[in-house]
Structure formats: structure tokens, C-alpha cells
């Protein structure tokens, strides 16, 4: 495939800014990707495409970047990981394509049947020694939507109407594997899972009030996290490992265990006091009693 090649962004920019440009130009290139593929009659091999998609996002972002900023390291899901980052006070985070698989998807079924999936995003982060994760960006492509650490929104739903009972609590959750205390949690009657790709979608659902919490426990890298959660905090929600700790990025293992994002402190706490026993009362009372506290 003819992988498309966007101008690069200017030196000139601030962090901010250049993050947005960063997610920008690479959904450009996927979106280019995609509308090869339309071109030529709409058939694809799904394997090839995501390869295809990976590498021309990398590609693109390895270059703006040695354009824009050539003395700060990189950590990149596509490339080859540098020790020496962790010893640089600069370090961007990047996953190019997060959802390859959503990326070289289409809709099976209902009135999307034959459209590309949208749920599927870049992901920008700036890591600064001292600071943590001080600038981030995700691109959402197919929805033409770039979420970054300079919008200044703050969360649209702070979960309200679950206290009032009014309507079930809505976790965002893997459309292929979520974590098993997660499914045992959909068999209750006051939660709900929504199904959808990409850490980035999902947290960004948190943040535009479609879900209420994103809870994850199989595994990530910190390309999977940082910068949908520096966009997430910078709205004013809450971002940890399950047990409460705190997320750490640009350590010398990548791995992160797990997650959770949500929009309130209280909301956080009752989710928890369900996962390890589903059981376990979750009610709008404990809600309220953790809320004054």
C-alpha cells in the first residue's frame, strides 16, 4: 500500500500543540489507508492492513518527532524500546495505532453493516522528569476528533442519576476480553458493560459521559494508557491502578497491570468494593456514604 505522508509539523509549536498536530497528521495517514482500500473495490487482507496501518503511523510520527523535537526520547508500541529513556528528562509515549484491530474492521450487522468501525485512536503523550505526564493527545480518526490536555473541559456526568438509582452504572469493557471480575460484574442488575476497541475510546467515553468507568485488569503498556489518561485527568477524573496507587510511566518495564478511570473519587470506591466479591451490595446508600465523607 501507498502509505500517505502528511507535512510535518513545525519546530515552533509548543507541547501542546505539537501533540495535537502529531495525532492529527496520523490519523490522516490511517484514514489515507482506509480510503485506498474504498478505492480499489473494498477488499482487504486483515493482517496485512493493520501491519500496514501500524507502520505508516510509525513512520510518519518518527519523523515529525526527530523533526520537531530530536533531543527527546521516545517510547513507542512500533519501535525498538531505548533504555536510555529512562534516564531522559523528556520522553514521548506513543501508541500510532491503538485498536489495530477495530482500525481494519468493518460493521457485520444493524444499520452500520459495511461501514469501517470508528473505535479505534492515536495516542500522544509528553512525560516530563519531575512532573509525570504533563501534555496528551488522542485522536479519534473516524470521528474526525482530536481530545487533548489544552482542551479544558471538565467531566460531563458525575454520576448522579446511578446514585439516584435512576439508571444502571456503565462500564466501558473489552469487546473481546474483559477482565473476569468485570463480566461477573454484567450479571448484576445496576451495572451494565459497553462493549467498544481501543483504551483510548474507552476513556474518552469516561470523559464525554457515554460510560461511567473504564476498569481494566489483563495487562497494558504505558503506550496504551498515557495519553488518553493525561487527557482524562486534565477533565478532572480520576486515574489509578484497581488497588488506588498511583500510575507510574517511563519506568524501565512498559507493563502496566491495570487501570481504572472514572469521574469521581466516590465512584471509584464503589466499584472497587464490588469487584472482588460481585456479591457484594453495591447500592446508592454506600454511594452517598462515601460521597460525604
Request: aromatic share 6%; charged share 25%.
Amino acid at each position: 500500500m501507498n502509505a500517505p505522508f502528511p507535512t510535518l509539523p513545525q519546530a515552533s509549536l509548543d507541547d501542546d500543540a505539537l501533540a495535537d498536530a502529531l495525532a492529527t497528521g496520523a490519523a490522516e495517514v490511517l484514514l489515507a489507508l482506509r480510503a485506498e482500500v474504498d478505492a480499489a473495490g473494498g477488499s482487504f487482507v486483515a493482517k496485512e492492513f493493520k501491519d500496514a496501518g501500524d507502520a505508516a503511523a510509525q513512520a510518519w510520527l518518527a519523523a515529525a518527532l526527530t523533526a520537531a523535537r530530536p533531543a527527546d526520547a521516545v517510547l513507542s508500541e512500533e519501535a525498538k524500546d531505548d533504555a536510555s529513556r529512562t534516564s531522559a528528562d523528556r520522553v514521548w509515549i506513543i501508541d500510532p495505532l491503538d485498536g489495530t484491530r477495530e482500525f481494519a474492521e468493518r460493521h457485520t450487522d444493524g444499520p452500520r453493516a459495511g461501514q469501517w468501525r470508528d473505535d479505534f485512536a492515536v495516542h500522544i503523550a509528553l512525560w516530563e522528569r519531575g512532573a509525570g505526564l504533563t501534555v496528551g493527545a488522542v485522536g479519534l480518526p473516524s470521528r474526525e476528533q482530536v481530545l487533548t490536555t489544552a482542551d479544558a473541559v471538565g467531566p460531563v456526568d458525575d454520576g448522579a442519576a446511578v446514585l439516584a438509582g435512576a439508571r444502571r452504572l456503565r462500564i466501558a469493557a473489552s469487546r473481546s476480553r474483559p477482565p473476569a471480575f468485570v463480566a461477573a460484574l454484567a450479571e448484576r442488575d445496576d451495572v451494565e458493560l459497553v462493549p467498544m476497541g481501543s483504551a483510548g475510546v474507552k476513556m474518552m467515553a469516561v470523559a464525554d459521559g457515554t460510560v461511567d468507568a473504564y476498569v481494566h485488569g489483563g495487562g497494558q503498556y504505558e503506550w496504551d494508557s498515557a495519553a488518553p489518561v493525561a487527557v482524562a485527568r486534565s477533565r478532572g477524573l480520576v486515574c489509578t491502578r484497581l488497588d488506588g496507587s498511583e500510575l507510574e510511566y517511563n519506568r524501565e518495564s512498559p507493563w502496566l497491570p491495570d487501570l481504572f478511570v472514572c469521574p469521581r473519587p466516590w465512584l471509584r470506591t464503589c466499584v472497587s468494593c464490588s469487584t472482588p466479591s460481585v456479591s457484594r451490595p453495591w447500592s446508592g446508600q454506600t454511594a452517598r456514604k462515601v460521597l460525604e465523607e
